[in-house]
């Protein structure tokens, strides 16, 4: 005979063990899951091809030691209390605190100490840099020992070739004839086209800006042809130009 106390406590035991187990695995399938939990030293690691998710609105955020956020990824939020979907990443409390580098939307930055841009992508022409400005130009002040050009038809006076990363292109252009009552003419040319106005020139020295203006279409990265082409529509003499600042931007 089986002993008194392992005797089930009922014919209908085993049923209403096997009822009650269903219902706690029920329960278990429908809960969330890690509402709140902690991870020690030991780390978390997704072996194989698994994966983390965040989802919902939710974000990464890590924290220094005082609990100041270094890092924000998913939900971040703006100056003005609005959130977008991006990431961002801070400086250290030692180097201000401030954003270091920024992601919202698609649009990637990278900001100094001041809180200034000093690389980013263009996104109004989709397109290659909006920052950094680089080139530093400097030419002779002497307008005597400026290339020239005494043809009556244009002829290339200076030329020059850029890749093209930017779509926008700023040049100052200074510019005389040699002779007194001669006059000129001067143009700005990328692969063929004129960018910006013909400019006049008569026989004292100034300056022109051409530009911003937009570039030929090409391909990212393409090298650009540039020109500036001179003429003599007055007089003798040549017409003479040199390029004091030259840069591309963006849109």
Same mark, same amino acid.
């Given at each position: 005979?089986?002993?008194?106390?392992?005797? &089930? &406590?009922?014919? /209908?035991?085993?049923?209403?063990?096997?009822?009650?187990?269903?219902?706690?695995?029920?329960?278990?399938?429908?809960?969330?899951?890690?509402?709140?939990? +902690?991870?020690?030293?030991?780390?978390?690691?997704?072996?194989?091809?698994?994966?983390? +998710?965040?989802?919902? /609105?939710?974000?990464?955020?890590?924290?220094?030691?005082?609990?100041?956020?270094?890092?924000?990824?998913?939900?971040?939020?703006?100056?003005?209390? *609005?959130?977008? &979907?991006?990431?961002?990443?801070?400086?250290?409390?030692?180097?201000?605190?401030?954003?270091?580098?920024? !992601?919202?939307?698609?649009?990637?930055?990278?900001?100094?100490?001041?809180?200034?841009?000093?690389?980013?992508?263009?996104?109004? *022409?989709?397109?290659?840099?909006?920052?950094?400005?680089? #080139?530093?130009?400097?030419?002779?002040? /002497?307008?005597?020992?400026?290339?020239?050009?005494?043809?009556?038809?244009?002829?290339?006076?200076?030329?020059?070739?850029?890749?093209?990363?930017? #779509?926008?292109?700023?040049?100052?252009?200074?510019?005389?004839?040699? +002779? *007194?009552?001669?006059?000129?003419?001067?143009? !700005?040319?990328?692969?063929?086209?004129?960018?910006? #106005?013909?400019?006049?020139?008569?026989?004292?020295?100034?300056?022109? /800006?051409?530009?911003?203006?937009?570039? #030929?279409?090409?391909?990212?990265?393409?090298?650009?042809?540039?020109?500036?082409?001179?003429?003599?529509?007055?007089?003798?003499?040549?017409?003479?130009? %040199?390029? %004091?600042?030259?840069?591309?931007?963006?849109?």
């Amino acid at each position: 005979m089986i002993p008194s106390d392992q005797r &089930p &406590p009922g014919n /209908d035991w085993l049923v209403r063990r096997i009822t009650d187990l269903e219902r706690q695995v029920r329960e278990l399938q429908a809960g969330r899951r890690l509402e709140k939990a +902690t991870i020690g030293s030991g780390g978390l690691t997704v072996a194989g091809t698994g994966g983390v +998710t965040v989802k919902d /609105d939710g974000k990464v955020t890590v924290l220094d030691h005082t609990g100041r956020e270094l890092i924000v990824l998913g939900r971040v939020g703006l100056s003005d209390g *609005s959130t977008v &979907p991006g990431m961002v990443v801070y400086r250290t409390e030692e180097e201000g605190g401030y954003v270091a580098m920024s !992601l919202y939307h698609g649009i990637m930055a990278i900001w100094d100490r001041e809180g200034n841009i000093i690389f980013s992508s263009d996104e109004v *022409s989709g397109q290659g840099l909006a920052r950094p400005w680089l #080139p530093v130009t400097w030419a002779g002040s /002497d307008w005597t020992q400026w290339p020239g050009t005494t043809s009556t038809t244009f002829a290339m006076v200076l030329e020059t070739a850029v890749p093209r990363q930017q #779509p926008r292109l700023f040049v100052r252009l200074r510019h005389t004839m040699d +002779t *007194s009552g001669a006059s000129g003419e001067l143009r !700005l040319m990328c692969n063929g086209v004129q960018l910006g #106005p013909t400019v006049a020139v008569g026989f004292a020295v100034g300056y022109t /800006d051409i530009g911003p203006v937009a570039l #030929p279409a090409a391909a990212f990265g393409e090298i650009m042809g540039l020109s500036v082409d001179g003429r003599r529509t007055a007089g003798t003499g040549a017409v003479r130009a %040199t390029v %004091t600042a030259s840069w591309t931007q963006q849109s």
